[in-house]
């Protein structure tokens, strides 16, 4: 049981934090780019975007 919580939390902080950033950027890019333009706009935002938040947690949980 505790594996499957374990796999459930993982599959959770995949999705907050990668999954749905990345449609809302994809979605909100300008309709006038192709497609794979706004898949790599979208991309590196939320690299960016993960990164940030690792600091941030990192920073505070020192």
Do not use: H, N
């Not at 594996?3 to 809302?24: G, K």
Request: hydrophobic share 55%; net charge negative; glycine share 4%.
């Amino acid at each position: 049981m505790k594996d499957l919580w374990l796999a459930i939390y993982i599959v959770d902080v995949v999705l907050v934090f990668f999954i749905i950033p990345f449609t809302m950027f994809y979605y909100e890019g300008d309709q006038d780019k192709s497609v794979d333009k706004r898949i790599k706009s979208a991309s590196l935002w939320v690299v960016t975007t993960a990164i940030v938040c690792a600091l941030m947690l990192d920073i505070l949980y020192g």
